[in-house]
Every structure is written in structure tokens, then in C-alpha cells.
């Protein structure tokens, strides 16, 4: 049981490029998440899915895309880096089981820098 | 709109004597409260949780945390602490699903530093 996974754990984009960080979770969770962690910022919610293609918006969802076509993954898409993207990026879940509680489980992050 | 805060950037403690770190939240229905640990270069991980009940919420690692309504406060407590706890702590809260919705909102961090 691996928990959350995230690829890769570290990236270095030029502006203007693209790239897909990768998700998956092996716990059978219905909820997933997409944070970014800035200094001194905490967590802002950037996407969020309720299950399998079901996705919604965050607090700060501007300059990403999600999709979600299967339970175990969710990826999350910078389509034009921008250097305001440079941020740690956490994915996280948690069971549907009794929605209210939500524990949620995250994964190691992903560093991206863009240049 | 829920929003939670917590008000120390850092907290120093020596280790084996009690720490705190504080933590306040406002929520417009039953406020639904969290605490998770990141250690260096690693995900949260989850420590306990207020949902109902007892005010005092035991969690992992021997923390524990005290809800107080009346002052909308959930503050982490550790009676003796150790230099392995030295860490990011976050409060997190959400809403109840009528009135909040979905999200959990995590506040800014607190740097705790155990001195040996």
C-alpha cells in the first residue's frame, strides 16, 4: 500500500512551457485534491474531484487543468508556466465515507521552479 | 466564509517542557478542525481531529488538542516535547457540508523548534 504517489519530484520549466504532474492514489478514496504550498502561505486548493469525472475548482484553479478519468489518478496540468507557478504542488485524498471528516492522505509534493 | 489562523510564524520550546501552538478558526456552521505535521521535505501528514464530542481530542505521537467554542480555538498541546517533534504544524477547518461545502481551509504553518 503505497498511499499517495506524486511524479516527479522535482521540475525546472522554461515560461511558456508545459507540463503534467502525475497523481495517484492506491487506497480506493473517491475525493482528491491539488494544493500548492507557497512560504509562509499555507495550503491554497487549486483543484478538487469528488470521483471519477467529477472535477471543480479551487481557490486559485487560474493557469490549470485537471481531469479525472479513473478513481486512482488525477493529474494536474500547467498548460503556459508562468514563474507566479513556481511553488511546492501537493495532491492528497481522502475516503468518502463520512464526507464531514475528511482525513486527507498527501502525497510527497512535487518542487517546480520556473525560469 | 470559514477562514482559520494561527497567529505564532514560530514557536521555540526546550525539550521536555509543555508546548503549545496556538490556533483560531471562524466558521458559519460546526466547524469540523484538524491538525497535520510536514516534516522537511515531505507531505502532511494527519495528527487528530475535532469533529464532536469530548473537547479534548487525543491524537498521534502523544498530542493532544482542546476545542473551545466560545473562544473558536483549537490549540495543539504537547506535555513534554521532543526534538523530533520540531516541525511545520497546520490547523485546518471546514464548514459543515450545509453551509460550507466541501473544502477544508489550512492555515499559514507554525515553525516549532525543540531545543536539546
Known amino acids: 500500500n503505497a498511499g499517495v504517489t506524486q511524479t516527479p519530484k522535482f521540475r525546472i520549466l522554461k515560461i511558456g512551457q508545459s507540463m503534467t504532474l502525475q497523481c495517484t492514489q492506491d487506497?480506493?478514496?473517491?475525493?482528491m485534491y491539488w494544493y500548492r504550498q507557497d512560504p509562509g502561505m499555507g495550503l491554497k486548493l487549486i483543484y478538487y474531484?469528488?470521483?471519477?469525472?467529477?472535477?471543480d475548482k479551487g481557490e486559485v484553479p487560474n493557469g490549470y487543468n485537471v481531469s479525472r478519468s479513473t478513481t486512482e489518478d488525477f493529474p494536474l496540468r500547467l498548460e503556459l508556466a508562468a514563474p507566479s507557478q513556481t511553488s511546492v504542488y501537493f495532491c492528497?485524498?481522502?475516503?468518502?465515507?463520512?464526507?464531514?471528516?475528511?482525513?486527507?492522505?498527501f502525497g510527497p509534493g512535487t518542487r517546480l521552479t520556473v525560469l | 466564509a470559514q477562514s482559520v489562523a494561527q497567529p505564532e510564524d514560530q514557536v521555540n520550546v526546550a525539550e521536555g517542557n509543555p508546548l503549545t501552538v496556538k490556533c483560531t478558526y471562524s466558521v458559519s456552521g460546526n466547524p469540523y478542525l484538524f491538525w497535520y505535521v510536514q516534516y522537511p521535505n515531505r507531505g502532511l501528514q494527519f495528527l487528530l481531529k475535532?469533529?464532536?464530542?469530548?473537547?479534548l481530542v487525543k491524537g498521534s505521537y502523544g498530542f493532544e488538542a482542546e476545542f473551545n467554542k466560545s473562544q473558536t480555538s483549537f490549540h495543539l498541546k504537547k506535555p513534554s516535547a521532543l526534538v523530533s517533534d520540531s516541525a511545520l504544524y497546520f490547523c485546518?477547518?471546514?464548514?459543515?457540508?450545509?453551509?460550507?461545502?466541501?473544502?477544508?481551509?489550512f492555515g499559514a504553518g507554525t515553525r516549532l523548534f525543540v531545543k536539546a
Open positions: 487506497m480506493n478514496h473517491n475525493y
Open positions: 474531484s469528488v470521483g471519477a469525472g467529477i472535477t
Open positions: 475535532y469533529i464532536t464530542g469530548d473537547n
Open positions: 485546518a477547518v471546514r464548514d459543515s457540508p450545509i453551509t460550507g461545502g466541501f473544502k477544508t481551509i
Open positions: 492528497a485524498s481522502s475516503s468518502a465515507r463520512r464526507e464531514v471528516e475528511d482525513t486527507q492522505y
